[in-house]
């Protein structure tokens, strides 16, 4: 099933039984399954149509924004359709509290002229192999209305 974003940055397919909707509190779009382990939050910004920027840039700078340091820094890139692209990578993120488990992460970035989609998907350490798989298979499926 195709979703389209709200504000009309963005579509994707959503995997079967996955299901998307608006996030009232940090705005954007949250994707997941209700039996699954984690959720995809997707969040898309319109830019100036003549900038076509590195998604791999934007990744760095995002991640050093929330100060997530990478241990081997790799960044794996995908092609989307209408030459769009995306940069993504995967990290498991230790707590300094003791009670507090690990999470895995996989942060992306997808770029488009006159479009920008950051995208995260968060769930317990130990969790991600259920969900990995539909999840890097939404994120290719990303079309970016900058591209249209």
Not at 8 to 21: I, N, T
Not at 38 to 57: Q, R, V
Not at 116 to 128: D, I, K, M, N, R
């Amino acid at each position: 099933m195709t979703f389209r974003d709200p504000e009309g940055r963005f579509s994707l397919q959503l995997p079967s039984g996955w299901l998307a909707e608006p996030d009232p509190e940090a705005g954007g779009v949250e994707v997941y399954h209700p039996d699954g382990a984690g959720t995809l939050h997707l969040l898309g910004f319109a830019g100036n149509p003549d900038d076509f920027l590195d998604p791999a840039e934007e990744l760095y700078a995002f991640l050093d924004e929330q100060d997530v340091e990478l241990q081997d820094e790799e960044v794996e890139d995908l092609e989307l359709a209408d030459d769009a692209e995306l940069a993504y990578t995967e990290y498991v993120a230790e707590t300094d509290e003791e009670d507090d488990e690990p999470t895995f992460h996989i942060m992306a970035v997808a770029t488009a002229p006159g479009t920008l989609v950051f995208a995260s998907y968060t769930c317990p350490a130990g969790e991600e192999d259920r969900e990995r798989g539909a999840v890097l298979s939404t994120l290719a499926s990303l079309q970016l209305t900058g591209t249209a």
